[in-house]
């Protein structure tokens, strides 16, 4: 089922680049694994996806602990309580929802080593979405400045579910002129450069507007 599932999506990611005029190695796949079982991470792993997405604490750190053994780059999604950050901010390699400076804070004040973050930004303004808003983003990033253990590695964003391709494009292509700006002030502590947007009903039309790191989960491990 993984093979397969990860043969299709392979083959739609390395269309999109090529429409794009882009290397295959400039987007990364990441495996939403949140929803499936060890058995199910292991196997998409050792079908060659090792970067892996989870969003509730004691599953991924129980899948981490088990899987300690495999090459594994894990990506931490979704809402992250400030209670929770002190038990899984030093075991991710990416935090993908970086919504408010009181968060920051709690990362600034339990984090071991510099953690890299993308900022959730709300481009679509969806009330049921957390999220930066664009026109705020400038500002909240000059205040992530005091934060030396956080580090904006780029933006994050979801499109609407139920949108086409046209709202879509619009949506990846707000953020990728969000990021461009924050990237041309050339700022050590937020250099900017990576985009997290597009996940299995929108990933193609993500690549070709500039993502970087596509977050597929049901196109890879479903039945």
Not at 25 to 36: F, I
Not at 84 to 109: G, R
Not at 170 to 189: C, G, M, P
């Amino acid at each position: 089922m993984i093979s397969e599932n990860l043969r299709k999506v392979e083959q739609e990611v390395q269309k999109a680049c090529a429409l794009a005029s882009r290397q295959r190695e400039s987007v990364t796949l990441v495996a939403v694994t949140k929803t499936v079982d060890l058995e199910t991470t292991i196997e998409v792993v050792t079908n060659g996806v090792t970067d892996c997405a989870e969003n509730r604490v004691e599953p991924f750190l129980a899948k981490k602990e088990a899987m300690k053994d495999l090459n594994v780059t894990w990506h931490f999604i979704g809402n992250l309580q400030r209670r929770k950050v002190k038990h899984v901010i030093n075991e991710v390699d990416y935090f993908h929802a970086l919504e408010s400076l009181s968060l920051a804070n709690e990362i600034q004040k339990r984090a071991t080593k510099k953690i890299r973050c993308f900022i959730e930004v709300n481009v679509s303004g969806e009330e049921s979405k957390q999220g930066i808003k664009p026109s705020e983003l400038s500002s909240f990033v000059e205040q992530l400045s005091e934060f030396d253990k956080v580090e904006i590695v780029g933006l994050m964003t979801m499109a609407p579910f139920q949108s086409t391709k046209s709202e879509q494009r619009d949506v990846f292509l707000q953020l990728r002129n969000l990021q461009k700006s924050i990237e041309a002030q050339q700022l050590t502590y937020a250099p900017c450069h990576e985009l997290s947007m597009g996940m299995s009903n929108d990933y193609t039309v993500a690549i070709e507007e500039g993502a970087t790191f596509i977050r597929v989960g049901t196109a890879l491990v479903k039945e």
